[in-house]
């Protein structure tokens, strides 16, 4: 059997994730497990053997597991993906990059260098909160997952305001210098001159209709 070297990672990567998804199971089947890291070791030999390869590659007789893996696999790819099975792989995968984001944040509370720490920690924060959501998924009823498919989920707003206002970008850059030409920012002081001048020219007005009421009174 002649297979693309590609697909051969491609059912790796799958099977991996099935292994992934069964260890996370609250009964899972250890028997299952067992005969799936048996294909996997038996692929990452067979991957090993023809790392410098180039070209298609030829599975043998004694390949016999990875070959029929590979027609399943093959079967199972061009099938209608469930939703609910597909969330739930992708919550997984989640989970994990959460797993890797909470180590990433410990280094950097440890780290001495406070600003630096404090600009990687905004961003992990508002990331973990998105993941966080996606990784819930794995436990999430059918009804919750229609309406992710019907819906537009909001995304959580937690730092970004913050995170947004720090970025640079050249159209930032532009409006600032367009900005600068038309003399900038007016000053606080000048503003408040202003509005107390306005102020006082609007209670000298009432002062003068009172006035002109006393004196038709008068005649």
Excluded at 67 to 84: C, G, M, Y
Excluded at 123 to 150: H, N
Aim: proline letters at 4%.
């Amino acid at each position: 059997m002649t297979v693309e070297k590609s697909e051969i990672i491609e059912l790796q990567k799958f099977i991996e994730r099935k292994l992934r998804e069964l260890n996370l199971q609250a009964n899972p089947d250890s028997a299952r497990i067992f005969d799936l890291n048996m294909l996997d070791s038996n692929i990452s030999l067979f991957l090993l053997s023809a790392e410098f390869k180039d070209g298609p590659l030829e599975l043998k007789a004694s390949d016999k597991m990875i070959v029929e893996a590979l027609k399943n696999f093959r079967s199972s790819s061009t099938d209608v993906i469930d939703p609910q099975t597909f969330v739930q792989e992708v919550a997984v995968s989640a989970q994990e990059i959460l797993d890797l984001l909470l180590k990433l944040e410990e280094r950097v509370e440890n780290f001495p260098e406070k600003t630096l720490g404090k600009n990687l920690s905004a961003r992990f924060d508002t990331a973990e909160e998105v993941i966080r959501q996606v990784a819930a998924l794995k436990q999430a009823s059918k009804k919750i997952i229609k309406d992710w498919q019907s819906e537009e989920i909001p995304l959580p707003l937690t730092n970004a305001g913050k995170i947004l206002g720090k970025c640079k970008s050249e159209k930032k850059a532009a409006a600032s210098r367009t900005n600068g030409l038309k003399g900038g920012r007016p000053r606080k002081d000048a503003g408040s001159k202003k509005g107390a001048s306005k102020t006082s020219k609007v209670s000298k007005a009432p002062k003068k209709s009172t006035v002109a009421k006393k004196t038709k009174t008068a005649k």
